[in-house]
T-cell receptor, first 114, second 112 residues
């Protein structure tokens, strides 16, 4: 069974540009999460989807971040316009509806904003 | 305001000895505790967990201990192996909230 995949693995953009990150969860997992780790700090929750619905978006930093999960399969996280402080590693995790304790993480997308 | 604290950024041990990683939390409402392991350029991988109704959970070389009165948990790895070298994150869950709250991580280096 394929794990959680994320694309791209790295992205380097200039301040003010737009970037879209993609996450493909494990097939059949209803729950999808986005997290972010800024260098040297803890991994922080951004938001949680159950199927296509946003269950909790309390961790989204501001309205420059937009997450979608149309159709309840893959998800995208768009940053527009990007700022320097958005640099970090963005992780996606998916979780089976019935298994509420294990979240499976993807390899992350390293975003660098110059 | 950090709710989960891992006060040791790094730990170095010899192969075959015990590794002890520590984690403190502030909120007594947390009821599920997890350890994740992370290699460079990979995402965190679930390692072991413990419910608040228990004080110990063991899985092979890995044991997690929970001291609720002290709001402290620890991960013991024995014997430590070079392949255990990674960053270890403590994480917590609380109530009906499914989001993980992580500590900053501890880099474990196991020397051959």
């Amino acid at each position: 069974e394929a794990g959680v995949t994320q694309f791209p693995s790295h992205s380097v953009i200039e301040k003010g540009q737009t970037v879209t990150l993609r996450c493909d969860p494990i097939s059949g997992h209803d729950n999808l999460y986005w997290y972010r780790r800024v260098m040297g700090k803890e991994i922080k929750f951004l938001l949680h989807f159950v199927k296509e619905s946003k269950q909790d978006e309390s961790g989204m930093p501001n309205n420059r971040f937009l997450a979608e999960r149309t159709g309840g399969t893959y998800s995208t996280l768009k940053v527009q316009p990007a700022e320097l402080e958005d640099s970090g590693v963005y992780f996606c995790a998916s979780q089976d509806r019935a298994n509420t304790d294990t979240q499976y993480f993807g390899p992350g997308t390293r975003l660098t904003v110059l | 305001d950090q709710q989960v604290k891992q006060n040791s950024p790094s730990l170095s041990v010899q192969e075959g000895r015990i590794s002890i990683l520590n984690c403190d939390y502030t909120n007594s409402m947390f009821d599920y505790f997890l350890w994740y392991k992370k290699y460079p350029a990979e995402g965190p991988t679930f390692l072991i967990s413990i419910s608040s109704i228990k004080d110990k959970n063991e899985d092979g070389r890995f044991t997690v201990f929970l001291n609720k009165s002290a709001k402290h948990l620890s991960l013991h790895i024995v014997p430590s192996q070079p392949g255990d070298s990674a960053v270890y994150f403590c994480a917590v869950l609380g109530g009906s909230n499914y989001k993980l709250t992580f500590g900053k991580g501890t880099l474990l280096t196991v020397n051959p």
